[in-house]
């Protein structure tokens, strides 16, 4: 892998469609308001135009002729390692590709996918953070970036059914949905595999876990190689199929549901044999249709304070889950639900999305980035906060730990079990 292969998949991606999007921009600089990473550091290099430069530099220096010129006049250089090392820091450590400088670009420029273009220029080079390579290596070894193992993902599954009494039904041929969880939920918050379980099974639901579609999180997509995010794609899909399953439910994993829910249909056209959903539309649905037994108001009688609903970039702002966490909340917490500013589409990013927390060189301007969500919590003067990402989760568990604050942290679907009544 060289800075060669870089340039070469920068040019591949440098079809028309880049090409009209990179002609668009007025350079106004709107979208750099939109970036936590920039408004909390004030650093124009974290613009996100800035951190798309180097696939307008490739091509303009590729196929225009004031980019040629530019060249042999000395006034731009050619991109070298050291410019694709830079840019990796830019697009790996300070993007979380959460999108929102997307939807503030007044010439409608797709910036997201422009990030994820140079993002796969730097994986095809070689220049993807080792932390970051580290863990799409142990995907590829073990089947799970986290360590879960086979066997760990077994262990795991007994000891969630025998702590928690709730029954788990594996490989399931003929089950109606499939759910898939992230490792991040397995490994670190297991109260999650628990808490779907108990819904699930509470609702009557037809569904099955697998032994071999076990692992939703998916490093190939936060690498920017569509070789590996298609080959962990495939191992879902394949075991989707194996059981015969109609449906997919991704659990509270974000960046997984982005893969798996939309990129994969491109690559994988088997994908589009099955449904797939994000487990925050089946809990809306679940709810809504009365399906759960649930105690109405069961947060406001435990009187602990504010509670505030984050919401992620992959599973609210771009999956359009936004209504079903707040009919939840208002439903369970209709006193103490209040709204964040801004919420919703206008979300700010937890800081932590898009590999940006497996990298431990980012850490410094992650919890940087963390300080704008503090800022937001504490404006609203929440006790407790509430999400559908585990990714996120794990950003605000860490936030929590390294400004010692004192807010509970917790997952929708852990709120609407515990709220559960349970039958006679
Ligand atoms: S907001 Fe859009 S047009 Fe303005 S600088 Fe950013 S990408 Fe370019
Ligand atoms: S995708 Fe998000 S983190 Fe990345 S540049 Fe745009 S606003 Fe910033």
Not at 120 to 131: R, T
Not at 222 to 244: C, I, N, P, R, V
Not at 333 to 343: G, L, R
Request: contains cysteine; charged residues 25%; glycine residues 8%.
């Amino acid at each position: 892998m060289t800075t060669q292969d870089a340039m070469n998949t920068f040019v591949k991606d440098t079809g028309g469609w880049v090409a009209s999007q990179l002609e668009a921009c007025t350079r106004c600089g709107i979208c750099a308001d939109a970036c936590h990473f920039y408004t909390a550091t004030g650093n124009p290099e974290y613009a996100p135009v800035w951190k798309v430069e180097l696939l307008r530099r490739a091509y303009e220096q590729q196929f225009t002729f004031s980019g040629k010129i530019k060249l042999a006049l000395g006034i731009d250089k050619k991109i070298t390692d050291a410019d694709l090392n830079h840019w990796s820091d830019l697009n790996y450590q300070a993007c979380t590709v959460c999108n929102k400088c997307s939807i503030a670009c007044p010439m409608g420029i797709d910036l997201g996918s422009l990030l994820a273009g140079v993002r796969s220029g730097l994986a095809a080079g070689g220049f993807v953070p080792e932390d970051l390579a580290k863990a799409v290596q142990l995907q590829l070894d073990e089947g799970s970036p986290l360590g879960m193992t086979d066997e760990v993902w077994e262990d795991r599954l007994e000891w969630v059914e025998d702590d928690w009494e709730v029954d788990i039904p594996i490989d399931v041929e003929g089950a109606d949905t499939l759910v898939i969880f992230s490792s991040i939920e397995v490994m670190k918050f297991p109260t999650n595999i628990a808490a779907i379980a108990q819904i699930l099974n509470a609702a009557g639901e037809n569904w099955t876990v697998s032994s071999t579609a076990r692992e939703v999180v998916n490093f190939g997509f936060y690498e920017g190689s569509e070789e590996h995010t298609k080959q962990f794609l495939k191992t879902l899909l394949d075991g989707a199929k194996e059981l015969g399953v109609k449906r997919i439910v991704v659990t509270e994993c974000g960046h997984a549901y982005d893969a798996l829910r939309w990129h994969a249909a491109h690559m994988l056209p088997e994908a589009n044999n099955f449904e797939i959903t994000h487990i925050t539309g089946v809990l809306g649905e679940l709810v809504g249709a009365g399906r759960l037994n649930l105690k109405p108001g069961f947060y406001d009688e435990l009187d602990a304070g504010t509670i505030t609903f984050h919401d992620a970039c992959k599973i609210q702002r771009k999956g359009g889950h936004i209504k079903e966490p707040r009919e939840i909340l208002n439903l369970l917490a209709p006193e103490s639900f209040k709204e964040m500013t801004p919420n919703q589409e206008q979300a700010i990013c937890c800081g932590g999305g898009g590999g940006v927390i497996a990298i431990k060189d980012a850490d410094p301007i992650r919890f940087k980035s963390f300080e704008l969500k503090i800022d937001q919590v504490n404006k609203v003067g929440a006790k407790t906060v509430a999400m559908s990402c585990s990714n996120c989760r794990l950003q605000y568990v860490d936030g929590v730990g390294h400004f010692d604050l004192d807010w509970k942290v917790t997952g929708l679907s852990q709120m609407v079990a515990d709220a559960l009544i349970e039958e006679e």
